[in-house]
């Protein structure tokens, strides 16, 4: 005989007993995208069982560093040169084979270009709707993710057997490394070769600062820097903080600089504790990807710029003038 609230209590620990959560891991083989903690706390969130897969072609030492994590139950590694690249095309049925073998009732990724192109897959090989870009948890079948740019939030319940979702990192603390000891397992054998796609190459930025998904501070600019030399400005302001460098689309799109720099809607989504914009109108398509900056500074000669009703901190200025002038004061 149970009371009423610990009856409750012991139905919901029942369910939650039976909810598993297979997180795919991104990693280079080596170490793991710090995304990859991320989508881990979204998974400890909904609760339950927690399982990762490590597909790649060496992962063992990305397989060792998320097995250190707290609260995993098993880390499932699978190692084949079908996985070099990391392509969608043979991910897709070591995912689905592991399904079926384990029968998770969640399937996470991070929402980055990587979870982007295998998850929807999956979801299709599923037949179940893929749950995109979520910012929230609210119980183990409602989420909460972004629509229209950003502009409002949605809350929705997924009535599939199977939640197929992808997470957006910025929206979720990393989960620690430390404290955990997971089995780490073999994933099921199979042919994952596929003709569908092949790797070829890929030539990948080096750069010594920090990465823009998880950079503290962050310098971005806009259409208003007039060229890419003048970026320059925004590297030496940059080294003085520590801080990574981004852009607006216009500033990608004029050639500038490159579209890995990119933030907002179409580029990449970030939550720095500094993000000054330089020189950037504040379109919506723009907000979309800084506005959860912790602090957010404008500089931009235009009073009436949409982006100063989102700063904490605005400066009516020429940026040629203001950002040299901050950089020496530093
Ligand atoms: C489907 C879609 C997706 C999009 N995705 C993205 C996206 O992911 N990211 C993104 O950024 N945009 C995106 N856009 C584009 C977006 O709508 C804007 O066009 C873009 O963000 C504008 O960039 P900007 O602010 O650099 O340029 P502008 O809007 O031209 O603003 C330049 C600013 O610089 C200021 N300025 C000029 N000279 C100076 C000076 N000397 N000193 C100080 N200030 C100065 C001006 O006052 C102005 O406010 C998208 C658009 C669409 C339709």
Known sequence: MFTQPSRHLFLSNQIRRLQSTLVIAEHNNEALSAVTQNTLSAAKKIGGDVSVLVAGTKCGPAAEKIAKAGGISKVLVAESDAFKGFTAESLTPLIIATQKQFKFTH???????????????????????????????????????????G??????????????????????????????????????DGDYKTDLTEFVSQELTKSDRPELTSAKNIVSGGRGLKSGDNFKLLYDLADKLNAAVGASRAAVDAGFVPNDLQIGQTGKIVAPDLYIAVGISGAIQHLAGMKDSKTIVAINKDPEAPIFQVSDYGLVADLFKAVPELTSKL
């Open 151 to 188: 502009n409002a939030i949605l809350t929705l319940e997924a009535k599939d057997p199977i939640k197929v979702i992808t997470v957006r990192g910025t929206a979720f603390p990393p989960e620690p490394l430390e404290g955990g000891s997971a089995a780490v397992e073999k994933a099921p």
């Open 107 to 149: 399937i996470l990724a991070p929402a980055t270009a990587f979870g982007k192109a295998v998850l929807p897959r999956v979801a299709a090989k599923l037949d179940v709707s893929p749950i995109t870009d979520i910012i929230g948890v609210k119980d183990a079948n409602t989420f909460v993710r972004t629509i229209y740019a």
